[in-house]
Structures are given as structure tokens and as C-alpha cells.
T-cell receptor, first 114, second 114 residues
Framework: AQTVTQSQPEMSVQEAETVTLSCTYD???????LFWYKQPPSRQMILVIR??????QNATENRFSVNFQKAAKSFSLKISDSQLGDAAMYFC???????????FGAGTRLTVKP | NAGVTQTPKFQVLKTGQSMTLQCAQD?????MSWYRQDPGMGLRLIHY???????DQGEVPNGYNVSRSTTEDFPLRLLSAAPSQTSVYFC?????????????FGPGTRLLVL
């Protein structure tokens, strides 16, 4: 089974600065999808960004971008110009192309300091 | 378009009681799933369904039953609640359109088993 590891339980960033959240995963599959979800105190799971494994180009969504290293099985999230509203738990997730089995990391709690 | 809805939002049970967590979606997605989220852990898959009449076990299925009689509804049943089932439960659907594979989550149900 695939595993997803987020090695940073907590991270902190100054408002307007840049922060990178780490994620590594383990799989023997070649076709899959990777996601970052944001979970604010409301507990709602909000999709931040997604990446198809077959695409070499890193996904970007406004201030959010990823560094996808397929060979290293690494999928980090970079948040630029951090805002107070970015404070939340961030989960990295792996979705198998073959069986729709989504696996999540344990999460990283991001604090944004004003 | 309500997306994914879950009821109730919060429930308290006594050990041994049974109950059903409701999940409904109006996006016509074939794939639906149930996750539980415990402190310090990411979401773990309980059961999933790839279409009406088809269900299968995920990572942590023990103590839970599901059925899928319609595309829209995917209820999760706790047969005999135990304190270990105290958790936050999320229902999700998966858009399987090629190139748009993404999971959409409901708002969650917080369950406390005494």
C-alpha cells in the first residue's frame, strides 16, 4: 500500500514571507495524482492544488506552487506571500490511478505570524 | 448545487448504540468514500463505493457497514459504537473525469462515543 509522509508536524511563517511544506510518498505505481488539501479550524477539507504524475511541469495556483520530483517521490508545497488566512492544517495526499485509493499524510500545522 | 452534504454535524452516542451517518451528493459522481480523522493523523479510508450496488473496504473498515442503493447517497452505519470510534468522519466523492480527478469532501460529522 502507498504511504504518505509529512515530516513537519508544525511550521511557522511570517506574514508576506514564503514557506515550503514537505511531503514524500512511497509507491510502485507510475500513474497517480498528488494533492495538497487545506483544513482550517472549520474542518472543511479544501483542495489547494493537484498534480498529475505524468506531467513534468509543476502545478501552480496563484500563490501556491509545488515542487514535484517524481524520481525522488517528493511533492512539496510552496506558499508565497503568506497571508493570515493561510493558517491551517495542510495535508498531502496520494491518489492511485488504478484503484481510487487515496492516502493522506499526517498533516502539517501552519501558523502565520502577523 | 449543494456538493457533498453530511448529517448530523455532531452526535453523542453511548457505547453499544447504533447509528447511521448520512452522506448525499448532487454532482453525479460514481465514486464515494468515508474517512475518519483522528488527532495527529491524516484521514484514513473506511469504506468506498465505485457505483450504486458496489462497495468495498478501505484501510480501517472494522465496526462499520455501508450500502449504496443510489448514486446520490452513501450512508455509514455504526453497528455497536465503541469509544475508539470517537472521531471526525468525512464523506467524499471523486470526480473521475479524465484530467480532473479530484476528491470533494463534505463538512464532516463529529462523533463522540461515551
Amino acid at each position: 500500500a502507498q504511504t504518505v509522509t509529512q515530516s513537519q508536524p508544525e511550521m511557522s511563517v511570517q506574514e508576506a514571507e514564503t514557506v515550503t511544506l514537505s511531503c514524500t510518498y512511497d509507491t510502485s505505481e507510475s500513474d497517480y495524482y498528488l494533492f495538497w488539501y487545506k483544513q482550517p479550524p472549520s474542518r472543511q477539507m479544501i483542495l489547494v492544488i493537484r498534480q498529475e504524475a505524468y506531467k513534468q511541469q509543476n502545478a501552480t495556483e496563484n500563490r501556491f506552487s509545488v515542487n514535484f520530483q517524481k524520481a525522488a517521490k517528493s511533492f512539496s508545497l510552496k506558499i508565497s506571500d503568506s497571508q493570515l488566512g493561510d493558517a491551517a492544517m495542510y495535508f498531502c495526499a496520494f491518489l492511485s490511478y488504478n484503484n481510487n485509493d487515496m492516502r493522506f499524510g499526517a498533516g502539517t500545522r501552519l501558523t502565520v505570524k502577523p | 448545487n449543494a456538493g457533498v452534504t453530511q448529517t448530523p454535524k455532531f452526535q453523542v452516542l453511548k457505547t453499544g448504540q447504533s447509528m447511521t451517518l448520512q452522506c448525499a451528493q448532487d454532482m453525479n459522481h460514481e465514486y464515494m468514500s468515508w474517512y475518519r480523522q483522528d488527532p495527529g493523523m491524516g484521514l484514513r479510508l473506511i469504506h468506498y463505493s465505485v457505483g450504486a450496488g458496489i462497495t468495498d473496504q478501505g484501510e480501517v473498515p472494522n465496526g462499520y457497514n455501508v450500502s449504496r442503493s443510489t448514486t446520490e447517497d452513501f450512508p455509514l452505519r455504526l453497528l455497536s459504537a465503541a469509544p475508539s470510534q470517537t472521531s471526525v468522519y468525512f464523506c467524499a466523492t471523486l470526480s473521475a473525469l479524465s484530467g480532473e480527478e479530484t476528491q470533494y469532501f463534505g463538512p464532516g460529522t463529529r462523533l463522540l462515543v461515551l
